[in-house]
């Protein structure tokens, strides 16, 4: 097989890449009890953990005499701090609270009393508007909840003492909710008051766990939030582990947090963040504190300690800029991604619509400029490798499903092994699509068809897809369209599909790659045939790279099959 190098040197980019980000995205290292007093310190959160959740970690539920001991053994290390802690409590009362989930509230105790915890922070600048953060105080009823949410509970604390040394400019208030584990009864209490409980925050800083482990992404903000987005995203603690996809994955999933109050009641922007990762923990009786990892404590205290100074620094000025700028640029919202959790991107709705229909324009000149014939032929071909990629990656993802239905944890909605179980079936569909799109389209080239015209082909598909998603679901498009632009910028620059395919491969490697580690950590065991399918077509991109080196193996030209694009290629 002549095409031999570049396929296995695209498997290589695409491996490496996936490979990258899953050792990015485990977070960041860990600080010890010697950790510089202005930073937020796993060990010392560790340690605030384990006393709050007692001995043994106990299940602290809402209206229960664990639940109330939970809360004053956090009063009291509040208190240590130097910081007062007054308790909102509002009866549960199913007639004044808009929500009432099913399911959930029948296992309230009678006359639960809902005991949210406000400790406030006064700011150097009082006349300033404050920033909220919060999280949730009550445990699910059946584990201590050491993760969920002790680790973001113990980052607040950890967050108040950084803070008892040096006051913030704008006043600062933590909120410690109750009953969320029930359908977010807390939260909504508080919404369902005449007024909020302070003066309207700039901004909120909400804090959950679904898992306990890994780095901590932020994954959902408010909408409308192009402004804010440009001025704070970058400010994500190291890795910077984001996604305006994460949104729309989210919706998809049973989750839901306060940040729909905070956001949804009270119209407020903000950043929410999750763990996600050891998900088979989430709402078990594992869920304690030695089975959660210091790197989701350190990036817990990290992600809070940044975001809240850099929403800290801004001015009056700068805070009313982007009040002012976020209401005139009603439904303007920001496509953000990051590479490796060392950078965030984030660009416009409107500028990735017009990078899609642009590079898509493009294509399609480049495609139908030279008039040659067998469009049709081409057509087919090309439809054949679509239905080769969705069908084999559907069929590995169905096998490996079925595989993980004969062993002991078929009945359960996550496992200990759905990292690797995910990752192994998307590397195995990926490979096995490659193969047979290696062989259909050696046969069918060779006799018929120019390749560089069916990777040309590949790339116009892919924008057009790419131009559809930036209208129908803008935070995910990105995963086409950035690509797609490359190709496109190359192709036209250069003339040269080898190169282009290399640039559009490798940009599409970059965001894919890392993305893949997050996608089944975030759905879990038992969407494997979706895992095969995404696999599929990342194998049918891929394809453009080696199936274009083709080329000079059909004209008998070995030159196209060294390491570099044969430099007389030119072809538009
Ligand atoms: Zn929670």
Same mark, same amino acid.
């Given at each position: 097989?002549?095409?031999?190098?570049?396929?296995?040197?695209?498997?290589?980019?695409?491996?490496?890449?996936?490979?990258?980000?899953?050792?990015?995205?485990?977070?960041?290292?860990?600080?010890?009890?010697?950790?510089?007093?202005?930073?937020?310190?796993?060990?010392?959160?560790?340690?605030?953990?384990?006393?709050?959740?007692?001995?043994?970690?106990?299940?602290?539920?809402?209206?229960?005499?664990?639940?109330?001991?939970?809360?004053?053994?956090?009063?009291?290390?509040?208190?240590?701090?130097?910081?007062?802690?007054?308790?909102?409590?509002?009866?549960?009362?199913?007639?004044?609270?808009?929500?009432?989930?099913?399911?959930?509230?029948?296992?309230?105790?009678?006359?639960?009393?809902?005991?949210?915890?406000?400790?406030?922070?006064?700011?150097?600048?009082?006349?300033?508007?404050?920033?909220?953060?919060?999280?949730?105080?009550?445990?699910?009823?059946?584990?201590?909840?050491?993760?969920?949410?002790?680790?973001?509970?113990?980052?607040?604390?950890?967050?108040?003492?950084?803070?008892?040394?040096?006051?913030?400019?704008?006043?600062?208030?933590?909120?410690?909710?109750?009953?969320?584990?029930?359908?977010?009864?807390?939260?909504?209490?508080?919404?369902?008051?005449?007024?909020?409980?302070?003066?309207?925050?700039?901004?909120?800083?909400?804090?959950?766990?679904?898992?306990?482990?890994?780095?901590?992404?932020?994954?959902?903000?408010?909408?409308?939030?192009?402004?804010?987005?440009?001025?704070?995203?970058?400010?994500?603690?190291?890795?910077?582990?984001?996604?305006?996809?994460?949104?729309?994955?989210?919706?998809?999933?049973?989750?839901?947090?306060?940040?729909?109050?905070?956001?949804?009641?009270?119209?407020?922007?903000?950043?929410?963040?999750?763990?996600?990762?050891?998900?088979?923990?989430?709402?078990?009786?594992?869920?304690?504190?030695?089975?959660?990892?210091?790197?989701?404590?350190?990036?817990?205290?990290?992600?809070?300690?940044?975001?809240?100074?850099?929403?800290?620094?801004?001015?009056?000025?700068?805070?009313?800029?982007?009040?002012?700028?976020?209401?005139?640029?009603?439904?303007?919202?920001?496509?953000?991604?990051?590479?490796? &959790?060392?950078?965030?991107?984030?660009?416009?709705?409107?500028?990735?619509?017009?990078?899609?229909?642009?590079?898509?324009?493009?294509?399609?000149?480049?495609?139908?400029?030279?008039?040659? !014939?067998?469009?049709?032929?081409?057509?087919?071909?090309?439809?054949?490798?679509?239905?080769? !990629?969705?069908?084999? &990656?559907?069929?590995?993802?169905?096998?490996?499903?079925?595989?993980?239905?004969?062993?002991?944890?078929?009945?359960?909605?996550?496992?200990?092994?759905?990292?690797?179980?995910?990752?192994?079936?998307?590397?195995?569909?990926?490979?096995?699509?490659?193969?047979?799109?290696?062989?259909?389209?050696?046969?069918?080239?060779?006799?018929?068809?120019?390749?560089?015209?069916?990777?040309?082909?590949?790339?116009?598909?892919?924008?057009?897809?790419?131009?559809?998603?930036?209208?129908?679901?803008?935070?995910?498009?990105?995963?086409?369209?950035?690509?797609?632009?490359?190709?496109?910028?190359?192709?036209?620059?250069?003339?040269?599909?080898?190169?282009?395919?290399?640039?559009?491969?490798?940009?599409?490697?970059?965001?894919? &790659?890392?993305?893949?580690?997050?996608?089944?950590?975030?759905?879990?065991?038992?969407?494997?045939?979706?895992?095969?399918?995404?696999?599929?077509?990342?194998?049918?991109?891929?394809?453009?790279?080696?199936?274009?080196?083709?080329?000079?193996?059909?004209?008998?030209?070995?030159?196209?099959?060294?390491?570099?694009?044969?430099?007389?290629?030119?072809?538009?």
């Amino acid at each position: 097989m002549k095409s031999g190098w570049p396929v296995a040197f695209s498997i290589l980019i695409l491996f490496l890449s996936a490979a990258i980000g899953m050792w990015r995205y485990r977070g960041p290292e860990p600080l010890g009890m010697s950790a510089p007093a202005d930073r937020p310190s796993a060990a010392r959160m560790r340690k605030t953990l384990i006393a709050l959740l007692g001995n043994p970690p106990q299940v602290h539920t809402t209206g229960t005499e664990s639940g109330e001991q939970f809360l004053q053994r956090l009063e009291d290390h509040i208190g240590d701090l130097g910081f007062q802690s007054h308790r909102i409590e509002i009866p549960w009362d199913p007639e004044g609270q808009m929500r009432h989930p099913k399911g959930q509230v029948q296992f309230l105790p009678p006359d639960a009393v809902l005991k949210n915890l406000l400790v406030t922070v006064d700011g150097k600048s009082p006349d300033l508007a404050p920033i909220l953060v919060a999280t949730h105080h009550d445990s699910c009823r059946w584990g201590p909840g050491a993760g969920d949410a002790g680790s973001a509970v113990v980052a607040l604390i950890e967050h108040l003492r950084i803070l008892s040394r040096d006051p913030p400019n704008r006043t600062t208030h933590y909120l410690f909710t109750d009953g969320e584990e029930y359908g977010l009864l807390g939260a909504y209490a508080l919404a369902a008051q005449e007024t909020m409980p302070f003066r309207a925050p700039v901004f909120v800083l909400n804090f959950d766990a679904r898992g306990t482990s890994g780095g901590v992404p932020m994954f959902e903000t408010h909408s409308n939030n192009q402004a804010w987005v440009d001025v704070l995203i970058n400010h994500l603690a190291p890795p910077k582990i984001t996604s305006s996809l994460a949104v729309t994955v989210y919706r998809t999933l049973p989750n839901a947090t306060d940040f729909n109050v905070w956001n949804g009641q009270w119209a407020l922007p903000g950043f929410n963040y999750a763990t996600i990762s050891g998900a088979h923990r989430y709402h078990t009786v594992d869920d304690r504190p030695e089975i959660v990892s210091d790197r989701t404590l350190q990036h817990m205290g990290d992600q809070l300690e940044s975001m809240h100074r850099a929403i800290d620094s801004l001015d009056a000025q700068a805070i009313g800029d982007l009040t002012v700028q976020s209401a005139n640029d009603a439904e303007r919202n920001a496509v953000f991604f990051d590479l490796y &959790g060392i950078t965030v991107i984030h660009f416009s709705e409107l500028l990735q619509k017009i990078m899609a229909l642009v590079s898509f324009v493009a294509l399609c000149i480049v495609w139908f400029w030279p008039r040659k !014939s067998g469009h049709i032929r081409l057509f087919i071909t090309y439809v054949i490798c679509i239905g080769i !990629s969705i069908a084999t &990656g559907f069929g590995v993802g169905w096998i490996s499903k079925g595989i993980l239905l004969t062993t002991p944890w078929r009945t359960s909605r996550y496992t200990p092994v759905d990292q690797p179980a995910g990752l192994i079936t998307l590397a195995v569909a990926f490979l096995v699509t490659t193969v047979l799109l290696e062989k259909f389209g050696g046969l069918r080239l060779r006799r018929h068809e120019s390749p560089h015209r069916l990777t040309d082909l590949n790339w116009i598909g892919s924008t057009a897809l790419g131009v559809l998603l930036a209208f129908l679901l803008p935070g995910g498009a990105y995963l086409l369209v950035v690509p797609g632009c490359v190709y496109a910028m190359v192709r036209v620059a250069t003339r040269r599909p080898t190169w282009a395919a290399w640039c559009g491969m490798i940009a599409m490697a970059a965001l894919v &790659g890392p993305l893949l580690t997050l996608l089944v950590q975030a759905l879990g065991p038992w969407q494997q045939p979706l895992y095969g399918i995404v696999s599929g077509l990342i194998a049918l991109t891929t394809m453009t790279v080696w199936c274009v080196e083709k080329e000079g193996e059909i004209r008998g030209d070995d030159r196209a099959n060294a390491p570099f694009p044969n430099p007389n290629e030119s072809v538009l």
